[in-house]
């Protein structure tokens, strides 16, 4: 692994929702330093607080207590401005490809908010020229596409649409909930692969958030466990998957269904 | 937007709804164009029959009723439109603010909401337009309008609340675009059709608020209104007269309104309910 | 006399959309599955999967319409018979079909021993409530569920278990053919071992004698089934043992959705994924010859033409007009 500048940092973060009676602890007392150009996956089940961590670290969640530093500072989303400015440099990817675009804009504009978004000015051939770039690195023909409303469009499609945005925005840091999950294995495959080539290119950090602990293994460099809002395991992903320490990672790994080795089911 | 128009136009009830209501816009516009009459002129002798002449007889100060229907349909259309933008734009924002903003706002904008609905908005109606003085029409459809907004507010909440968890709104706050934009771009759209809908089933209980409280005659003073007409015909006892013409057509033309509005209502609500798109 | 409990031959079921066109989901499948036997099919979304696990249970219900061919269990052609022949003596009792989001399904303001005791009702109304009480504890204690579930209501018991006791009602008249599709797409590792463990015990202890299990998980088909069916665009594609199918494939979209799996195993890591360019073919207006042809790697110009049949080479049926030993030699010299 590549030993590059911390890009993010979480001190003791720790989330609850509720009061009350119904106080939950979402997240409890996580702690993390992403480096730049660092793939980590966040691996748990449902309800191990992964989505809420993965909230925090993009500013949609405020932290109940704990501290994020973000490029060597302490994180400031107080103001509209600050948080444009943190913004400016964190994009994310969803699970359901459905719910990740705005049905009633055609894939044209979605791509056009994109260079608009980076403030910069372009003719309107510089503008065409950069949309075409973004489409064709995820295999898609924007000729095809860019009188279509999403709707119109595979799930696997509109996935890779949404990392041609990626393509273009080139942020520091992106965030991928699942972004696989919806999508059949073939399309998984391209999409991951497309992922990986954006952080080659582009050193950027890339955050999984998965349930698939085999996904997690193949894309990351660094793996957290989490279970019911606690981090039980992390390391280097060759490490945490092929000798596990923790017991809820060792019945975790042994409860994936494998091919190369028995899946003990007694 | 578009495709939604070309959709609703194939639905036979709205287009029925639609029709109706257009032809009778039609008739109050351009029949005042011939006969230019002041409706209030007294022109006859009291409660005469329908015939040739007087189309619906005359009332009992002897005007032509059919003129006076004419600019009731007008003054109704208006007192209901007014009523139902005052409602559905109330109803809007504060189901907008309430489930956008969430938290201790949503808490009270929904307490406040609640008041309204537990509250019976007639009587309330009733109240506000005894202690007014001047009541024009305009007076009376905003009146209307700020007791009927509950519903409208408590369902755009309802649907801004599960849209605002929705992926394309997160995305777009990490797009650092600013809260009015979101939500007139990735929240309005969605509601839209319901927000349409909305209106149209106010403007319909506009339109009978109105004549409700003109019939107890705590309408508009100085114009004609539906339940105005009909305010008349029950203080100069026209059924007592046999004088039927002199408040069932206006009772009818209630119905046609109201009912071509809910026709347009069930079409749309057929249409955009079930989503067909996808 | 074969021992075949399940024989489709032809089988043509299609959807009727709004413009009356006919989109053929399942187009000319034919495949039997042996007494005791377990049959895994697989493929992407929109290949057929699961409308042909629909079409099993002989009931159609629009838009989807049944075409042609026979589906026959266990000596009857059920398509022969009445719907009302079929609700009361095949469903439940000679075939089971657990769908997607079965768990959703139960009514939440009942109790579980409730749905037990409707079919009860129906199909063994000799027995008084006492004896389906019994029977039922004992049955969940036998397949190692605590009895308890049954007198709670369906919201207080957690997806898995959910999951687990939808599949516990379904086959309580034990029938010859469990049909499954995706049972445990929605649901954590853990509870997903559980559900695959009932399944298993179920079979073990002859509940049900044969399995049909449909899922895009391919791991969890080659520990769970003996025979693997690829699915593509409404036709099978391939059909062997599963150890046959992961390790060993003929059909080249085989190969590539065996290329795509993903192990947290030794050597993962590096692999490189297969992925296939384009999309599968819309069934609305399948193209002539191979409908894999567009995304093929190898296809030929013979692919595109006339009607490719399913070719047979020992146990194994494929569908390509390649030789599989010059298949195997092409993944050979691309592998290197």
């Not at chain 1, 009676?21 to 089940?45: C, L, N, P, R, Y």
């Not at chain 1, 799930?155 to 890779?160: K, L, P, T, Y």
Request: proline letters at 5%.
């Amino acid at each position: 692994m590549k030993q590059n500048d911390v890009l993010i940092r979480g001190e003791h973060l720790t989330k609850v929702f509720g009061y009350g009676k119904q106080k939950t602890t979402a997240v409890e007392d996580v702690s993390f330093a992403f480096h730049e150009g660092e793939i980590i996956s966040i691996v748990g089940e449902s309800g191990s607080g992964k989505t809420t961590l993965a909230k925090m670290i993009m500013g949609l969640l405020k932290e109940s207590s704990g501290s994020i530093e973000y490029m060597g500072k302490p994180r400031q989303l107080k103001r509209h401005g600050d948080r444009k400015r943190y913004w400016k440099n964190i994009q994310a990817i969803f699970q359901d490809p459905f719910s990740s675009f705005n049905l009633f804009y055609k894939v044209e504009k979605l791509l056009l908010d994109c260079i608009k978004l980076q403030g910069v000015n372009l003719t309107k051939e510089e503008q065409l020229r950069k949309m075409k770039e973004a489409c064709s690195f995820v295999n898609l023909k924007f000729e095809e596409l860019h009188n279509k409303y999403p709707f119109e469009l595979s799930g696997g499609q509109m996935q890779r649409l949404m990392i041609a945005r990626i393509f273009m925005l080139h942020p520091k840091l992106l965030i991928a909930d699942e972004p696989t999950s919806m999508v059949d294995a073939c399309s998984r495959s391209t999409i991951l692969d497309m992922l990986l080539k954006l952080r080659d290119e582009n050193n950027m950090t890339i955050i999984f958030i998965t349930h698939d602990v085999g996904l997690a293994y193949y894309v990351s460099d660094t793996l957290y466990i989490m279970e019911q809002g606690k981090v039980v395991e992390r390391g280097p992903a060759e490490e945490v998957i092929l000798n596990p320490q923790h017991p809820y990672t060792q019945q975790l790994i042994s409860d994936v269904p494998k091919i190369h080795s028995e899946w003990d089911l007694a | 937007m578009n495709s939604s128009f070309r959709i609703l136009i194939k639905s036979p009830k709205f287009m029925f709804g639609a029709c109706m209501l257009l032809a009778m816009i039609g008739l109050i516009l351009i029949y005042p164009l011939f006969n230019r009459n002041d409706p209030l002129e007294m022109i006859a002798l009291a409660y005469q029959p329908p015939d040739s002449k007087l189309l619906l007889g005359s009332d009992n100060f002897g005007r032509d009723l059919f003129l006076e229907l004419i600019y009731g349909i007008r003054t109704s259309l208006q007192v209901g439109l007014i009523a139902g933008v005052f409602a559905t734009v109330i109803g809007l924002v504060i189901g907008l603010a309430s489930g956008y903003i969430g938290g201790m706002i949503d808490n009270l904008l929904t307490a406040i909401t609640n008041i309204f609905i537990v509250i019976p908005s007639f009587v309330i109606l009733i109240l506000i337009s005894v202690s007014i003085d001047s009541r024009s029409s305009f007076v009376t459809a905003v009146i209307i309008g700020i007791t009927s907004w509950p519903w409208t507010a408590r369902a755009v909440r309802a649907q801004t609340s599960s849209l605002r968890n929705r992926d394309h709104v997160n995305i777009a706050k990490i797009s650092g675009y600013s809260t009015p934009r979101i939500i007139l771009s990735e929240i309005l759209p969605y509601i839209a059709s319901y927000v349409v809908m909305a209106f149209v089933l106010q403007t319909a209980s506009g339109i009978l608020s109105e004549a409700s409280i003109s019939m107890l005659g705590l309408g508009p003073y100085n114009t004609i209104s539906l339940g105005i007409i009909m305010n008349w015909a029950l203080v100069f006892e026209a059924p007592v007269a046999g004088a039927w013409w002199a408040f069932i057509p206006a009772a009818i033309s209630i119905a046609i309104i109201t009912f071509s509005l809910y026709m347009m209502n069930t079409g749309m609500d057929e249409i955009f309910n079930p989503k067909i798109r996808s | 006399m074969s021992t075949n409990i399940l024989e489709v031959h032809g089988l043509k079921t299609y959807y009727r959309t709004r413009l009356k066109e006919h989109v053929y989901a399942v187009d000319g499948v034919s495949f039997s599955l042996e007494k005791g036997k377990t049959l895994g099919i697989a493929g992407e979304s929109g290949c057929g999967k699961s409308t042909l696990a629909l079409s099993l249970m002989g009931f159609y219900f629009p838009p989807l319409h049944f075409g042609s061919g026979s589906i026959v269990i266990n000596g009857t052609d059920i398509m022969k018979l009445g719907k009302e022949q079929l609700r009361a003596q095949v469903s439940g009792r000679e075939i089971s079909y657990i769908p997607q989001a079965a768990m959703n399904a139960l009514n939440p303001t009942l109790k579980i021993i409730h749905f037990i005791e409707d079919i009860m009702k129906e199909h063994r109304p000799e027995l008084n409530k006492k004896q389906v009480w019994d029977m039922a504890a004992e049955r969940f204690e036998t397949l190692n569920l605590s009895p308890k579930v049954l007198h709670s209501y369906p919201n207080e018991l957690s997806g898995g278990m959910k999951q687990r006791t939808v599949i516990a009602i379904s086959t309580i008249l034990n029938p010859k053919v469990l049909i499954a599709d995706e049972p445990t797409s929605a649901l954590d590792v853990t509870s997903q071992k559980a559900v695959i463990k009932l399944l298993k015990s179920l079979l073990d202890r002859g509940f049900i004698q044969s399995l049909v299990f449909i899922t895009h998980e391919l791991p969890l088909l080659y520990h769970v089934t003996d025979d693997i069916i690829v699915m593509y665009a409404g036709e099978i594609v391939e059909r062997g043992t599963a150890e046959q199918m992961i390790f060993d494939p003929i059909h080249p979209y085989t190969k590539k959705l065996m290329g795509s799996i993903i192990v947290p195993e030794e050597g993962m890591k590096g692999h490189k994924l297969a992925a296939i360019p384009g999309t599968p073919p819309n069934l609305k207006n399948v193209p002539e010859g191979c409908r894999f042809a567009d995304r093929c790697s190898y296809v030929q110009e013979t692919c595109r033409k006339g009607k490719i049949e399913s070719q047979t080479a020992g146990d194994r049926i494929y569908r390509c007009i390649v030789e599989p030993e010059v298949l195997k030699e092409w993944y050979a010299n691309e592998a290197e």
